[in-house]
């Protein structure tokens, strides 16, 4: 029997198992793919309180360092139900054989984090791997010297251009809006750039090519005036979307997935917690990850006794 097991070891869930055991209290981290969460794919993270600059990886790895060190137990394993009784959590689990496990607990933390939006045109599905690409610091070595687009106007489409700079013959950024929702700061860093073109309140269209992709097809959302590029790479950042779908019986969402909680992290189900990205919340940060981690995981504690 565990106290609290984490569902997810991203930032939040990471943060939850450090307090989690510092508090004596038993904890399994509970991982589908890798440790750290999408923070793994930024190549600088500059905007986290006492740290002035770190990689992705290296924050990551620190973090899921100092959570099994202190003495959290991880697994690599894909939980495919969560069970609420009274006295007791089952979180039944499937691995990477196939095999199925079953736990029990005393708490959850619900810390699934989100997953990339997909551009959602015709044969999108196809060219991954042969093209279009949701990670620039994974792929985009492998165009170098070539021309690439990039989609999306946050700070993770803004940082894959400024990435791809440095690697690729030219970048088109495309943006659906004529503002970006990213940082100043990087849009000027890529204004400053002779390889970057602005394609604004332009969507994607179409994808072509033979087994490769070899150009896009974009749309003037204002003009509705088309045009073809000719890029052999598209770097799709175009937002994110929960990663709660094996819970939907078990807590309140919202319409568009994000499991209800306040700044509590408490869902509406005594004993079960969620933090970071997962939950609805006006700010999805790394420090408001780790905020939620140590909140949730205090509170998991607290209802222990």
């Known amino acids: 029997m565990y106290d609290i097991i984490i569902i997810g070891a991203g930032t939040a869930g990471l943060s939850a198992a450090i307090y989690g055991v510092r508090a004596g209290k038993k904890v399994l981290i509970l991982e589908q793919k890798n440790y750290g969460g999408q923070i793994v794919n930024s190549p600088e993270v500059e905007n986290y309180p006492g740290i002035r600059k770190i990689s992705g990886f290296e924050f990551a790895k620190n973090l899921y360092e100092q959570a099994t060190e202190l003495g959290a137990e991880y697994r690599q394993e894909r939980v495919v139900h969560v069970k609420d009784g009274k006295e007791k959590k089952q979180v039944i689990t499937e691995s990477v054989s196939g095999e199925e496990k079953n736990y029990e607990t005393k708490t959850v933390i619900l810390a699934t984090g989100v997953k990339r939006r997909m551009l959602g045109v015709e044969r999108e599905e196809a060219f991954i791997g042969a093209g279009i690409s949701y990670c620039a610091t994974c792929d985009g070595m492998f165009f170098r010297g070539r021309e690439v687009a990039v ?88 937002g994110q979307i929960p990663d709660n779908d094996a819970f939907v019986d078990l807590v309140e969402m919202d319409e568009r997935g994000y499991i209800q909680a306040a700044e509590d992290c408490e869902t509406k189900v005594p004993g079960i917690y969620t933090a970071g990205d997962c939950r609805t919340k006006a700010v999805r940060q790394l420090a408001t990850a780790a905020s939620d981690g140590a909140v949730a995981a205090l509170a998991a504690c607290e209802y222990i006794g």
Do not use: P, W
């Open 151 to 238: 989609v999306g106007g946050g700070n993770t489409a803004l940082e894959d251009a400024v990435f791809l700079c440095g690697y690729c013959k030219k970048v088109y950024v495309i943006h659906r809006r004529d503002e970006f929702r990213g940082e100043d700061k990087l849009v000027q860093k890529l204004k400053e750039k002779e390889n970057v073109v602005f394609i604004l309140n332009t969507v994607v269209t179409e994808l072509f090519g033979d087994k490769m992709l070899e150009g896009i097809r974009l749309k003037d959302v204002k003009t509705g005036k088309e045009q073809e590029l000719t890029v052999s790479g598209v770097f799709v950042a175009i």
